[in-house]
């Protein structure tokens, strides 16, 4: 596998989609071959599970059962897209990944981080990225940041302030634990100044 793997992970409203996009153009203007994809989904049937997940329902989840819904839809989002792409000496860059398991999961449901590292280990067999892009915003920039963009509410962001500061808490954790696989960008800043940012920790990889 001579690609390399970046995720881009963060709370809802922390500006991922809004960066993938020029991380995409640095990386592309810089003669990478990028597969740009996104969890859940990546594939067809991942992104059918994606809108199990994401649509609101009268009736809750189990939390098992969102677990495993994201454990198969990145089963075949690693199977389909991202090994093929890697071992084809392709760049991956996916907006989120298993961190956000860890983080939504783990971090705002509950679930033992344990459980969710054995599901990992199982279907995953090691596979994680070489870069985590964490993006970073107190929880109510985040929400306001999503408001202020007027769409409907999925699943998740129908959630209270405390579940995403539950995420934020857990993802920040993770960083301190990994320092070299993910690096903390501070998305409360300028469009500019994260474009700053990124060109400063995508620069040593190209
Ligand atoms: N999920 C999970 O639970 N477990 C898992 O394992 C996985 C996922 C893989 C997928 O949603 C949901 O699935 C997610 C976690 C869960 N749920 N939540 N919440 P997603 O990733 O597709 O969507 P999202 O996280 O909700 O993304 P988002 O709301 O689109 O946020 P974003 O991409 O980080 O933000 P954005 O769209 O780039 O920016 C939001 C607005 O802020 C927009 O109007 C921008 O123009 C504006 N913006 C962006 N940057 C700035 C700056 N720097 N300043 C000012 N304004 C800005």
Redesign the pocket.
Known sequence: MNGKFISIE??????????LAFIERYLKENGKQLVVT???GGTELGEQIRTL??TPTKTSMAVDT?LLL?FAA?SEHVAQVIKPALENGNWVLS????D??F???GG?RGIDRQRIADIADWTLHGLQPDLTLL?DVPVEV?QQ??L??NQGV?R??QEKVEFFQRIRDCYLQRAQQEPERIKIID?????AQ?EAQLTLILKPLL
């Open positions: 963060g709370i809802e409203g922390a500006g991922k989609s809004t960066q996104r969890e859940p997940l994401l969102e994201m990145r907006d989120r990944f298993t956000a398991t983080a939504y999961q705002g993006f985040g940041r999503v202020s963009r999925d998740f962001e998305a409360s800043q300028s469009i994260i």
